[in-house]
C-alpha cells in the first residue's frame, strides 16, 4: 500500500506541475519554452534526465566487478561537458536552433540534415524504449504484479501518464517535472544509503571509512592498458561519451537551449557535468554498503540492490508496521523518477525531431499533437516487443547497435565544423551506414584473431570512418568540379 500511495502522489504532483506550465501552451513553448528557462533549475534538472532507471538499478552493482573504476569515466564525462559548452552550445545559440540537426541541413545538405535526425529517431526510439522496458519490469515485481495488472497495461499506463502531463507543455513542462524528478531520485537514493548504513550499524562517519577501506572503491586502474578500465581508455571514452550522447543528441540539448542566454546555457551545462561525479559515488558507495549485508548475499549486478528492496516484502504485511516497509516506495519512487525523466524527454525530442527536421513544420501545431501521439504509440510497441522476446543477448546487441548509431553522428558533426570541405550529399546515407557496419567487422575479427574486445573506443572508430568516407566523398566532388567544363 506504501509503494502505491507513494506513486500515486508522485505523478499527483507531475500532472499539477503539467498543468501549470502548460496554460497558453504553443509550438515554441513546447520545442523551446520560449527560451525563456532559468540555468540552475535546468542544471538541477538535466542530472535527474541523464540518469536513468538503469543507471539505478545497474551501477551500484558495478562495484563486485569493476570496484568504483566507473568514475574514471565520470572524470571525461566532465572535461566533455566543458566542449560541449564551449564549442557546440555557441554554434547553435549563434545560428538559434530549434533542432540542432538544422546544422547539417545548413553545412552538408539536405541528405546530410536527414540522415543525422533518422539516426537520432533511431537510437532514441530503441535506446530509451529498451532502458524503459527494463524498468517496467521493477515496476511490475514491485508495484503491478502485486495487484494483478498485466505487464502489457503496466506499460501502456505508464506512457499514457507521460503523455497527460507532456502532451501540451513539451519542453516547457520537462524543464519544472525534471526539478521534481530530479529531487526525488536524490532524496530516495539518500534514504536508501541511510537505511543500509542503519542496518549495518554504521554512523555516518563510519560508513564513510568502510566504504574508503573496502578492496572495492579502487577507481583508477593505470598498469594495465589491455584492460576495459584502463584510465586512459576510460577517461578519453567519457569525453567522447558526452559530446556524442549530450552534445550531439537533440533529447540532452533541447533543455539546455531553451536557457535565455548562451552564458547561462555555459553555466548550467557546466554545472550538471561536475555533478555527475560526486552523484555516481553515492550510487557506487551504495554497492559496496550493499554487498556487506546478508539481505543481499548471492545477488549480483542489477539485482544486487532489488535484492535488498525485495527482501522486505518477504514477509508481507507483517512488516507493515516497521521502518523497513518504506525502502520498496522509497526505492520506487526513485527508480520511476529516473526514468520518467528520461523516457518523457525522450519522447519530446522525438517529437521534435520529427516535426523540425523530417516534416519541416515547426508551426503546425495539430501535425506536432498527433506526432506526440504516435512517438507514444511506437514507445508502448517497442516495450512489448521486448518483452515478448524476453531475451537478454537480444537486449545486449540492442544496445550495442544503439551505441554504433551515435558514431556517424560525430563524424557528421567533426566534418561540417573542422573541414571547410562538401562531400557529395547523395553518397552520405551510404556513409553512415557503412561506417558502423566497418565497426562491426573490426570488432568480431578483433575479437577472434587477437582476443581485444573493444569497449567505448568503438565510438571514436565509427565516427573517424565516417569523418574519412565523407573526406573521401569531398574529393570525390572537387574532381568531378574540375572535370565540369565551365
Known amino acids: 500500500m506504501a509503494i502505491i500511495l507513494t506513486v500515486l502522489a508522485y505523478f499527483t504532483v507531475l500532472f499539477a506541475v503539467g498543468r501549470l506550465t502548460s496554460r497558453r501552451a504553443t509550438n515554441s513553448s513546447f520545442y523551446r519554452a520560449d527560451r525563456r528557462s532559468p540555468w540552475p533549475m535546468v542544471a538541477f534538472g538535466m542530472v535527474g534526465a541523464s540518469i536513468s532507471g538503469v543507471t539505478f538499478v545497474s551501477v551500484p552493482g558495478m562495484v563486485q566487478s569493476s570496484q568504483m573504476t566507473y568514475l574514471q569515466l565520470c572524470l571525461g564525462f566532465i572535461v566533455g561537458y566543458v566542449v560541449v559548452a564551449f564549442v557546440l552550445l555557441p554554434l547553435y545559440y549563434r545560428l538559434n536552433l530549434t533542432s540542432i540537426y538544422t546544422f547539417l541541413g545548413q553545412r552538408l545538405g539536405r541528405q546530410s540534415y536527414l540522415t543525422g535526425a533518422w539516426f537520432f529517431l533511431l537510437s532514441k526510439m530503441t535506446g530509451a524504449a529498451l ?5 517496467c519490469l521493477v515496476l511490475q ?9 498485466p505487464f502489457w497495461l503496466n506499460a501502456v499506463l505508464m506512457v499514457v501518464l507521460i503523455w497527460l502531463y507532456t502532451h501540451r507543455g513539451g519542453i516547457k513542462t520537462l524543464v519544472v517535472t525534471d526539478t ?11 534514504l536508501i544509503i541511510y537505511k543500509v548504513a542503519v542496518d549495518l550499524g554504521l554512523s555516518f562517519g563510519e560508513a564513510v571509512q568502510t566504504v574508503a577501506d573496502s578492496p572495492m572503491s579502487r577507481i583508477f586502474v593505470t598498469d594495465d592498458w589491455t584492460s576495459p578500465h584502463y584510465f586512459w581508455k576510460q577517461f578519453v571514452s567519457g569525453v567522447f561519451i558526452v559530446v556524442v550522447m549530450t552534445g550531439l543528441d537533440q533529447d540532452m540539448m533541447q533543455k539546455n537551449l531553451t536557457c535565455r542566454t548562451l552564458s547561462d546555457a555555459r553555466k548550467d551545462m557546466c554545472s550538471y557535468g561536475v555533478a555527475f561525479v560526486p552523484v555516481n559515488l553515492l550510487f557506487l558507495s551504495l554497492g559496496v554498503l550493499l554487498t556487506m549485508l546478508p539481505a543481499s548475499s548471492g545477488a549480483t549486478g542489477d539485482a544486487l540492490l532489488p535484492a535488498y528492496v525485495s527482501s522486505f516484502l518477504a514477509d508481507g504485511d507483517s512488516i507493515a508496521a516497521s521502518a523497513g516497509a518504506f525502502i520498496p516506495a522509497i526505492f520506487t519512487l526513485g527508480i520511476v523518477a529516473a526514468s520518467f525523466s528520461t523516457a518523457d524527454s525522450a519522447l519530446t525530442s522525438m517529437t521534435t525531431s520529427y516535426c ?10 495539430g501535425l506536432r499533437k498527433r506526432t506526440h501521439a504516435v512517438m507514444c504509440l511506437l514507445f508502448v510497441l517497442f516495450i512489448l516487443l521486448f518483452h515478448s522476446v524476453n531475451s537478454t543477448s537480444l537486449i545486449d546487441a540492442i544496445y550495442t547497435m544503439v551505441s554504433y548509431t551515435y558514431g ?15 562531400p557529395a550529399d547523395r553518397h552520405v546515407p551510404y556513409i553512415c551506414v557503412a561506417s558502423p557496419l566497418l565497426c562491426f567487422g573490426a570488432d568480431t575479427l578483433a575479437q577472434s584473431q587477437w582476443d581485444y574486445h573493444f569497449g567505448y573506443e568503438l565510438l571514436m572508430l565509427n565516427g573517424l570512418l565516417t569523418f574519412s568516407g565523407l573526406w573521401l566523398s569531398s574529393l570525390y566532388t572537387r574532381s568531378a568540379g574540375r572535370q565540369t567544363p565551365s
Open 131 to 135: 532502458k524503459f522496458y527494463v524498468v
Open 141 to 149: 515485481q514491485f508495484v503491478f504484479a502485486p495487484v494483478g495488472i
Open 180 to 190: 521534481v524528478q530530479t529531487l526525488c531520485l536524490l532524496t530516495s537514493l539518500l
Open 356 to 365: 523540425v527536421d523530417i516534416r519541416q513544420q515547426t508551426h503546425d501545431e
Open 408 to 422: 556517424p553522428l560525430l563524424g557528421l558533426f567533426a566534418f561540417g565544423l573542422f573541414t571547410r570541405r562538401s
